[in-house]
Nanobody, 123 residues
Framework: VQLQASGGGLVQAGESLRLSCQVY????????IAWFRQAPGKEREFVAA????????NYADSVKGRITISRDNAKNTVYLQMNSLKAEDTAAYYC?????????????????WGQGTLVTVSS
């Protein structure tokens, strides 16, 4: 299984970014996918997850209302639309494939991880 995250960059507070996670090498539509992030000097934290069908999602309280996760099973891709970005959203963002089909948020539920894409929000 390979996951390739992209779309990170430097933006100003209040602006938007869309991250993409392309997944290769397994039956994409059977498993949930999530995004996690890790800021410098901090532990990795859950951001959002989406079930195999896309009908169920799960978000961290800190991003609810600003960030939307979606998936296109035909393209083996998961997206993270981030709006109204804040300086505290600055982090490396990682996508991961769950061992389950439901939208869980514990990092121990995720078996495969991408390399990360860096998001920097200037205030």
């Amino acid at each position: 299984v390979q996951l390739q995250a992209s779309g990170g960059g430097l933006v100003q507070a209040g602006e938007s970014l869309r991250l993409s996670c392309q997944v290769y090498g397994f039956t994409f539509h059977d498993y949930s996918i999530a995004w996690f992030r890790q800021a410098p000097g901090k532990e990795r934290e859950f951001v959002a997850a989406i079930s195999w069908s896309g009908t169920n999602t799960n978000y961290a309280d800190s991003v609810k209302g600003r960030i939307t996760i979606s998936r296109d099973n035909a393209k083996n891709t998961v997206y993270l639309q981030m709006n109204s970005l804040k300086a505290e959203d600055t982090a490396a963002y990682y996508c991961a494939v769950s061992i389950y089909s439901i939208a869980t948020k514990s990092s121990s539920d995720f078996a495969s991880w991408g390399q990360g894409t860096l998001v920097t929000v200037s205030s």
